[in-house]
Each structure stands twice: as structure tokens, then as C-alpha cells.
């Protein structure tokens, strides 16, 4: 098995799914306890950015389920982004513990 980077936080990995094991039980974890809800915040891990969920939709090429968000603290009031929802809950995001806005 090769090793690979870790889609999660970056570190090498030899996982047949490019996640470390820590980040696929704090991925479980998560999607155990909160979801992606609308108004939920979440932050990426990598770049510590915070994002707010706008809600659910489907990606058009693959017709999976996929969360629709923004970055709530970007000068220009953030691009609205979609990510499949597994990738969107497997440790690239952290539910953020101040809560949900309106």
C-alpha cells in the first residue's frame, strides 16, 4: 500500500481511503454528536478559516448529497462553497463550539 497524505490534517498515511485513523474517529466523532446543519459553524482544520452551513444540496456531476457553506470571516463576506457531504464530515472540518448563528 502507498503512502499518502492524510485528506484530514496532512500527515502520511497508508489507508486504502487517504484518511488517518485520528482523523477518521474525530470524523465519526463528529458526525455522531453534530451535523452539518443550516447555521451550524464549522472550522477547516488546515487553514483554521471559519465557515458557516447554508444548507444541504447535490452536486450536479455525481448527484451525491453535498453541504453548502460560506466563510463568515473573509473581508469580502466569503464565497459560497459545496462539498460532498462525506468529504465535508471526514476531519476536514471541525464543528466549531461557539455554536450557530441565525
Same mark, same amino acid.
Given at each position: 500500500?502507498?503512502?499518502?497524505?492524510?485528506?484530514?490534517?496532512?500527515?502520511? !498515511?497508508?489507508?486504502?481511503?487517504? *484518511?488517518?485513523? %485520528? #482523523?477518521?474517529?474525530? $470524523?465519526?466523532?463528529?458526525? +455522531? =454528536?453534530?451535523?452539518?446543519?443550516?447555521?451550524?459553524?464549522?472550522?477547516?482544520?488546515? !487553514?483554521?478559516?471559519?465557515?458557516? *452551513?447554508?444548507? %444541504? #444540496?447535490?452536486?450536479? $456531476?455525481?448527484?451525491?448529497? +453535498? =453541504?453548502?457553506?460560506?466563510?463568515?470571516?473573509?473581508?469580502?463576506?466569503?464565497?459560497?462553497?459545496?462539498?460532498?457531504?462525506?468529504?465535508?464530515?471526514?476531519?476536514?472540518?471541525?464543528?466549531?463550539?461557539?455554536?450557530?448563528?441565525?
Amino acid at each position: 500500500m502507498a503512502v499518502t497524505a492524510c485528506k484530514g490534517c496532512g500527515c502520511e !498515511t497508508e489507508t486504502d481511503d487517504s *484518511v488517518c485513523p %485520528e #482523523c477518521s474517529a474525530v $470524523a465519526s466523532a463528529v458526525t +455522531a =454528536v453534530k451535523s452539518p446543519t443550516p447555521g451550524s459553524l464549522w472550522t477547516h482544520r488546515k !487553514t483554521a478559516h471559519i465557515y458557516v *452551513v447554508i444548507g %444541504e #444540496c447535490q452536486l450536479e $456531476a455525481t448527484n451525491r448529497p +453535498a =453541504v453548502l457553506y460560506r466563510q463568515i470571516n473573509h473581508p469580502d463576506g466569503g464565497k459560497l462553497w459545496a462539498r460532498d457531504r462525506d468529504e465535508f464530515l471526514d476531519g476536514r472540518f471541525e464543528w466549531f463550539e461557539s455554536g450557530e448563528i441565525a
